[in-house]
């Protein structure tokens, strides 16, 4: 009877005994409940070395609490195999690799698993990132703790059972990323708690056993052998199954202290020794339950209650009697049951220290593993409250700009509304004023239409004075109105008159300088056929119309003179003494260079006058120049193009210094501002080696320009003061004929101190070291370097003067080393310089090719050595056409790449070396010879050199 009364008392009624069961023992709160199905099923793990590598079916179970994807060999073991952290694991898939193919990498380790369809891998994948999801945002908000509080996970393996409650439902944040793809859906049969009733769907390529979880596949094994466990379903694991529950060890033992006491010791022993978990999990017994110790605790309670104890009875009576005896025997039998209850209930207190012993190592390692999550954490909260102190000075920062501008608006507004007083004060003057004007003027009108005395007011003669005087005033500014409409269209007519002239005035110097140009043509023609008429090819004797001839040809050379106007017969234009530049147009040598050197200079002249482009170029640097006015050049390639095609007369001073500042700037910041000025006082006060040689040659530096014509001019006291300081600073070099030149040319357009640095800039970046040295090795490499590219470039032009053994570095020579000074007509020098100041010494290159390539055809046509030599010494001064030559120059002459005549340079800078050398052992071995000649020999030696 009190069996069928235990049965019916529900599961969870707590047991009628003194202390309360312990938690563990209590039946999980959430039976009955609509739970989320598990994320389990079969899936194929990557694992194994060598010929064991390959894909094993494993039954994957996903744990909430931990956030862990355990897995087994088959639904029915206990023990998982390992576990996969999915809190920090990251998921992916790849379209070529085989289908339902997935990889994890948690830890630092990657997991490749393969599910038997591409529909089940992205549920799993889909299903992860869930579950990944849930258990991060539980761990922000804190209620993982919480939710775990009421469970008892295994000390081992941290498993629980299904009935354990769940972590809360997805937060909007989940759903959101839930919504990106469509939610898959898996078959029933292939993924979930059902999936464990059929067989695996995907076969493993190799053996499906594992070496390195041998120990736990024998315990699964072996505890699926034990006594009374024979059925797979009993053994099935707690992840999947629906009635699963956690049975209370009291009552289990209870049941076994009725008799079965020594299987129970050594079932529990062994389950203790095989099995990882704390608890034994196993179907939930229909029967009723045994309460024996509550009704032997009841029994006792009630005889004790309701009968005295046998002591009393003995001595009431005096006698012991048959019924006492068997009291006492039953009382005996009951004591021996409660002391094996009591040794049961001691094995199960043994079995709850075991458990609570395992409780706090693993409590133990969870500490530990939360105060290393905490300890990032607490760094990531430093950083927090580090951005957290910023953000707040800003938004005091914000705060007080916010308080400031408040204060501002305020005023304005204060200073607004005094201007709005003002303003209403201004209207009701107005106003009153307006009043007043038509007040008196009703009482104007009225005198007026009463015209009787008796109309007028006192104030009358005021009002007509004041009305006189607006009359006045209002005739006035009608006149002043008509004046301002006449002299509007006065001014408007006058531009246009202006705007008509000047139009015409430009139409008519457009004419007069096209006339000029012809004229200047036509004067150079007539030049040149004097000259041939008067000296003929065949010329024979010499009659009358040479005479006709040699005066018209002197009237033509003649300058306009006031004292014989009746001999000027045609003259030339006008032709300046000295060009922009300072060179003499027309230098005093014999009558036929004159004549030459003024037939270029009206060319030259009819070119200017012309030339259209040279406008157009003006235009863009004084565009280039307001772009830049309020910044400095910096190196572009439009600033590259317009150095190239020349650099206008007016700003060429301004993009000279730029060009060498930009060279020796790094020289100029190392000796400092006043540097130049040291060496001058120096060189002053100390004359050395160089000075006398400099002294000669001064005169010598530009004898056709008028700024160092004299010894007085001041240009040649600057060019002194450049090369004694030069000559200080680089004693190796001292002073070089072809320094003064350069010198020379860049003070035409520099400051004195500017035109040293100029003269720095060529000798120590642009040319190499040994260029002005005293053998001047560079110098003598770069002609073979050159005599290299007119092989390449004008391979023609070089076989014809091989041919006739021409060496064209006797003419060459000194284009490079003054950078083509007194080798071209002044304009085109000017060009050069443009760019060799901008762009380095392979400027040099390109305009000596291009010199030759513009007279090939003049020069394929002599064929004689002494022709062609001739034309070499003055070819050059017959080129007039800048823009030509600079389109040679730099287009056709392309590609140029500087590198090209670095490696040329390398390589014939050797070959010069080991010429000179030979050279001074020649000289060393004649002067030795000279030295141990004989007397006799050194008398006539001595004689010849005498002689000579």
């Not at 992840?239 to 033992?253: A, G, I, N, Q, S």
């Not at 060496?807 to 020098?829: A, E, G, K, Q």
Request: net charge neutral; glycine share 4%; proline share 5%.
């Amino acid at each position: 009877m009190r069996e069928e009364e235990a049965a019916a008392e529900p599961e969870n009624a707590p047991t009628p005994q003194s202390e309360p069961s312990p938690p563990a023992q209590e039946r999980p709160a959430t039976l009955g409940r609509d739970l989320p199905p598990k994320l389990c099923g079969y899936l194929n793990k990557l694992s194994g070395k060598g010929p064991l590598k390959g894909f094993k079916t494993r039954w994957f179970v996903f744990d909430p609490l931990r956030c862990y994807l355990y897995y087994f060999k088959g639904p029915s073991d206990a023990l998982p195999l390992g576990y996969i952290d999915i809190a920090d694991a990251c998921f992916t898939y790849d379209l070529e690799a085989e289908e339902g193919q997935l990889e994890i990498r948690s830890a630092g380790r990657d997991y490749t698993l393969k599910a038997p369809s591409a529909q089940v891998m992205r549920y799993w994948l889909q299903q992860l990132q869930q579950k990944r999801w849930e258990f991060s945002n539980n761990c922000i908000v804190g209620q993982r703790d919480n939710r775990t509080s009421s469970v008892f996970p295994d000390s081992a393996t941290g498993l629980v059972a299904k009935d354990a409650p769940f972590l809360p439902q997805t937060t909007d944040i989940a759903e959101s990323a839930r919504s990106v793809l469509d939610e898959e859906v898996a078959p029933e049969t292939l993924v979930g708690e059902r999936a464990a009733n059929y067989p695996s769907p995907v076969n493993p390529t190799t053996i499906n056993f594992s070496l390195k979880h041998l120990g736990t596949e024998i315990r699964n094994s072996m505890s699926s052998l034990k006594p009374g466990r024979g059925n797979n379903e009993n053994r099935k694991s707690v992840f999947y199954t629906e009635d699963w529950v956690l049975l209370d060890p009291t009552l289990k033992d209870l049941e076994e202290a009725a008799g079965h006491d020594e299987k129970r010791k050594r079932e529990s022993a062994e389950s203790s020794r095989g099995s990882a978990f704390a608890f034994d999990f196993a179907k939930a017994s229909h029967r009723g339950k045994r309460p024996f110790l509550r009704d032997m605790i009841g029994t006792s309670k009630s005889r004790n209650g309701s009968e005295s104890s046998p002591v009393e009875w003995v001595v009431t009576n005096g006698k012991p009697s048959t019924e006492i005896q068997l009291r006492i025997q039953a009382q005996q039998e009951e004591l021996n049951k409660v002391k094996e209850d009591l040794s049961s209930q001691k094995e199960l207190v043994r079995l709850l220290q075991q458990t609570l012993k395992c409780s706090q190592q693993e409590k133990y390692s969870l500490n530990t593993a939360c105060a290393s999550l905490d300890h990032g954490m607490m760094q990531l909260l430093h950083q927090k409250d580090h951005q957290i102190q910023a953000l707040n000075q800003q938004l005091d920062h914000i705060n007080q700009q916010k308080d400031r501008m408040e204060q501002e608006v305020k005023a304005i507004q204060d200073k607004l509304t005094g201007m709005s007083d003002q303003l209403n004060m201004f209207r009701e003057t107005i106003q009153a004023k307006d009043e007043v004007i038509m007040k008196l003027s009703r009482q104007l009108s009225e005198c007026e239409n009463n015209h009787s005395p008796q109309g007028v007011l006192p104030g009358a003669p005021f009002v007509n004075k004041d009305l006189q005087e607006l009359d006045r005033l209002k005739d006035a500014l009608q006149g002043y109105r008509t004046q301002n409409k006449f002299l509007n269209k006065e001014i408007l007519e006058l531009s246009e008159l202006k705007r008509n002239a000047e139009m015409r005035e430009k139409a008519l110097e457009a004419k007069c300088t096209s006339l000029e140009a012809r004229l200047c043509q036509v004067e150079s023609k007539h030049l040149v056929l004097l000259q041939e008429v008067k000296n003929p090819v065949c010329s024979g004797e010499k009659g009358p119309t040479h005479e006709v001839i040699s005066r018209l040809l002197e009237d033509a050379l003649k300058v306009d003179s006031p004292e014989h106007p009746e001999q000027t017969v045609l003259k030339p234009s006008p032709v300046s003494e000295y060009d922009i530049y300072g060179f003499k147009t027309v230098p005093e040598d014999s009558e036929e260079e004159t004549l030459i050197v003024k037939v270029r200079a009206l060319d030259l002249k009819s070119m200017s006058l012309t030339d259209s482009q040279e406008i157009s170029t003006g235009v863009k640097w004084a565009n280039y120049f307001a772009g830049t006015m309020n910044r400095e050049m910096v190196r572009s390639p439009e600033l590259k193009s317009l150095i190239r095609w020349g650099v206008p007369h007016e700003h060429r001073s301004k993009v000279w210094k730029w060009c060498v500042n930009l060279h020796v700037k790094k020289y100029r910041d190392k000796c400092g501002s006043g540097y130049f000025n040291s060496l001058l006082k120096k060189a002053l006060e100390k004359q050395n080696p160089a000075s006398k040689q400099i002294e000669l040659d001064l005169m010598r530096t530009l004898p056709n320009n008028k700024h160092y014509a004299s010894p007085t001019s001041e240009g040649i006291q600057k060019l002194r003061n450049i090369l004694l300081a030069f000559s200080w600073r680089n004693p190796d070099v001292g002073y070089c004929q072809g320094l003064n030149r350069l010198a020379a040319i860049a003070l035409l357009y520099l400051e004195q101190e500017e035109a040293f640095w100029c003269l720095v800039a060529i000798t120590e970046c642009f040319m190499t070291p040994d260029y002005y040295t005293k053998n001047l090795l560079g110098s003598q490499v770069d002609q073979r370097v050159f005599k290299d590219l007119l092989s390449e470039k004008l391979p023609r032009l070089h076989a014809h003067f091989e041919q006739y053994k021409v060496d064209f570095s006797l003419i060459t020579f000194n284009w490079f080393l003054v950078v083509f000074v007194d080798s071209v007509v002044s304009d085109i020098m000017f060009r050069i310089w443009d760019s060799f100041l901008y762009e380095g010494p392979k400027v040099i290159f390109r305009y000596a090719l291009a010199v030759f390539k513009f007279k090939e055809d003049e020069f394929l046509k002599l064929q004689d050595n002494m022709s062609i030599f001739k034309y070499l010494r003055y070819f050059t001064r017959t080129i007039l056409d800048a823009r030509k030559l600079t389109y040679i120059a730099f287009a056709d002459m392309n590609p140029f790449p500087m590198r090209l005549i670095q490696s040329r340079r390398a390589f014939h800078l050797e070959k010069v070396r080991l010429e000179l050398s030979e050279l001074e052992v020649i000289r060393q071995d004649f002067l030795r010879e000279r030295e141990t000649a004989t007397p006799e020999r050194r008398d006539v030696i001595s004689d010849d050199d005498e002689d000579t």
